[in-house]
């Protein structure tokens, strides 16, 4: 089921259960593009997975990611260079999930997983999967690195 993404600092203090008021007053907004230093996303990103490679299981609740779903809304609240290290997997996914043969043949594929971020629980926890399906139908996708294909002309091609 597809559902909606808020990324939010854990510092906001913004409650899952406000989100649909807040949506509501959202919709006179101006959309903008942001610039984001890769460089320094890069850094923190491996701050924090190095600090988890170190001590994975001692990481306290504010080097992880809280997931909470409200409102048919993924909210994911956490600190920045638990965001950076997410942004490092959702990246790897854009550039992996697309070459994958297995897209080019309309199948589901497992890009990367943001489940290491999450707390840790006892027996069944929750799983953050990152995935990749081009959307049917498949004729107008091609994999990356290979040349487009052109349409066949018509009889009544000028």
Known sequence: MPVDLVLAHQSL????????????????????????DERR???HGSAWEERWNRRWDRLPR????QPAVHARTLFLSGA????AAASLQLAWAAGIGPLSKRAGKGYDVLSASLTTL???SRGRGT????????YPPL?????????????RPTAVWP
């Open 62 to 65: 504010a080097d992880r990611l």
């Open 13 to 36: 203090g913004l409650r899952p259960s406000v989100w649909p008021a807040l949506r509501r007053g959202l919709t006179h907004g101006v959309p903008r593009t942001v610039r984001t």
């Open 41 to 43: 996303t890069a850094r």
């Open 139 to 151: 004729a107008h996708f091609t994999r990356p690195g290979r040349p487009a294909r052109r349409r």
């Open 127 to 134: 799983e953050l999967d990152i995935g990749f399906q081009a």
């Open 80 to 83: 920045r260079d638990t965001f």
């Open 118 to 120: 999450l707390p840790l």
